[in-house]
């Protein structure tokens, strides 16, 4: 299975979950379950920033996959840290799931493969029996044709 696949269900997944979480927080439920849609939510969505995250760089490099798979998850927790004081954590929370399942959903509807067959190659004729091959005055004059 491809890990871009994996990350991008990961975020689906885990998105869902801290929408869950707002929904039931909304709703005035409290407890235990709360803390395991956050908990298992935040882990899920870990795994599917740090999957974009590498997903943005070259193969060719791969020092700089790891290095921005940590990156960029830790730069949107920090944006998160930053805007939790203007409103409730969980609100907060569950306004980024909702931003993040809808994203996520997305790429997984484009990702899918195409159900059309690979276009097959033209296939060059055979030239007729005694046909004679062009002269060499219409030959490149280049260092290669000689």
Do not use: C, N, Q
């Not at 795994?47 to 830790?74: E, F, K, N, Q």
Request: avoid cysteine; proline fraction near 7%.
């Amino acid at each position: 299975m491809d890990l871009r696949l994996i990350a991008r269900w990961a975020g689906l997944v885990g998105g869902l979950m801290w929408v869950l979480r707002w929904v039931l927080d909304l709703a005035g439920t409290s407890g235990g379950a709360l803390d395991a849609l956050h908990w298992a939510g935040l882990v899920l969505l870990a795994l599917a920033l740090a999957g974009t995250g590498a997903a943005l760089v070259s193969t060719s490099a791969p020092w700089l996959r790891a290095i921005v798979a940590v990156a960029y998850p830790v730069l949107v927790w920090s944006v998160l840290e930053v805007l939790h004081p203007a409103a409730s954590p969980e609100s907060v929370d569950g306004a980024f799931g909702l931003v993040v399942l809808v994203l996520f959903a997305v790429m997984l509807v484009r990702s899918r493969p195409d159900e059309k067959p690979a276009p097959k190659a033209k296939k060059v004729p055979d030239p007729k029996p005694g046909a004679r091959r062009a002269s060499r005055g219409t030959r490149s004059t280049g260092s290669h044709a000689r």
